[in-house]
């Protein structure tokens, strides 16, 4: 069918808005480790420390704008955050002293840890809980891949002819017309649109969604792996490697461009296809992904591994999202956030992790025991998944086409 005057009005201005979200993200995410130790002087340690700053900040708010998001969808809290970030980048590319930068980081990025999941939320309610709704994860993830393709190379032209900081202020720009762009999805209805009551706030876990517990600690394992991961791989190429910065922006951007792909045949796969099928299965190709860098002595077997890691981040991203949406329906808000937040509680460890492995144990036996903290990722979600109890409470059928 063709899609709906009001599919076309609402989704047009979300994936504008996870797409130049993504670009400002990717922009920092590529080089915010050279970053740290090339413009600042930042020790490994001291890199950790501030790769995994924003997560502090973000696991705080997250959450209780995701109550609030329940309670009363909006486009504030997306635009708030968004615009919070923006003033953390372009204060952060103007210091090089190591407490202010971890203050900003905390606070100010912190806060735009809830940008995503505030997104990806927004999406549901707006686009409903039908066809449209159901497939809006993974073509916003494929609009977040896409933003991944073309910041780490923007990043790079940025980085070529004005330095670190610039990146950081273009970012912030960036940030700026992602609000702007956020305020012209429509609005979501009145009070009536809250998806859940004040009341369910005290509600306790029931016995049927305790498995929730283990499937987000898989989720957090996963990407502890991926973000420690990204902090190891630039030094491990520029250094062990001895490839130029620029090969990091390539390898990053060749992952995106294979996440676009990867969720887009997401979103057109049928809904007989098992959801923890593909998670398990793009978890195990984050385990190939850390195999193949590993053993990597130069530029055509890294580009492999990106591949593997480009198909298991779409696929655990994608349909991850829409698995925690419904499992916890109707709280959408919460759903996405409780993902969200696993994913920002793998930043928050990995960063000190990946600096006290790099500095202990180099950074090629960091990038391994990434690889077995990515297995470990599938045995706990393999487990999860194996319980009768762990099903989507509330799951809605998908549908074949967008109405």
């Not at 979300?14 to 740290?36: C, H, K, Q, R």
């Amino acid at each position: 069918m063709i899609p709906s005057p009001r599919f076309a009005r609402a989704f047009g201005p979300l994936a504008v808005a996870v797409l130049l979200l993504g670009i400002a993200d990717s922009m920092v995410g590529s080089y915010a480790v050279l970053f740290a130790a090339d413009h600042v002087g930042l020790g490994p340690l001291q890199i950790g420390v501030f790769a995994s700053a924003p997560a502090v900040g973000g696991i705080a708010i997250s959450p209780l704008l995701g109550r609030r998001f329940d309670r009363r969808p909006t486009r504030r809290y997306a635009v708030l955050v968004t615009v919070a970030g923006a003033l953390g980048l372009a204060l952060m590319g103007a210091t090089r002293s190591f407490a202010l930068l971890v203050l900003l980081a905390v606070t100010l990025l912190g806060a735009l840890n809830a940008a995503f999941p505030q997104l990806f939320a927004l999406a549901r309610i707006v686009l409903g809980d039908g066809a449209a709704g159901q497939r809006s994860a993974p073509l916003l993830r494929s609009a977040w891949s896409l933003a991944w393709a073309l910041g780490p190379l923007l990043g790079a032209a940025v980085l070529a002819h004005s330095g670190y900081p610039a990146i950081l202020v273009g970012a912030a720009v960036v940030l700026s017309l992602t609000a702007a762009t956020t305020l012209a999805v429509p609005r979501p209805g009145g009070a009536g649109t809250a998806t859940v009551s004040a009341s369910d706030d005290a509600l306790q876990m029931s016995p049927q969604r305790r498995p929730v517990a283990l499937l987000t600690a898989s989720v957090a394992a996963f990407f502890t792996a991926m973000f420690a991961g990204s902090v190891a791989l630039p030094l491990f190429v520029t250094r062990a490697l001895h490839q130029p910065g620029s090969v990091v922006g390539v390898l990053f951007s060749a992952c995106a461009a294979v996440e676009v792909l990867a969720a887009l045949a997401l979103a057109a796969m049928p809904a007989r296809v098992s959801q923890r099928a593909l998670i398990s299965g793009g978890m195990l190709a984050f385990v190939l992904y850390f195999a193949l860098t590993v053993v990597a002595r130069g530029l055509p077997l890294l580009l492999v591994g990106q591949v593997a890691r480009g198909v298991a981040i779409a696929v655990v991203g994608a349909a991850g999202i829409q698995f925690f949406q419904e499992f916890l329906a109707p709280a959408t808000g919460r759903g996405t956030t409780l993902f969200s937040n696993a994913s920002t509680t793998g930043s928050l460890v990995a960063g000190v992790l990946a600096g006290a492995a790099v500095r202990a144990v180099g950074y090629t036996a960091t990038l391994g025991l990434c690889g077995v903290l990515a297995a470990a990722a599938v045995v706990l979600f393999v487990a999860a998944s194996r319980s009768s109890l762990a099903r989507p409470a509330q799951a809605v059928p998908h549908g074949d086409h967008v109405t």
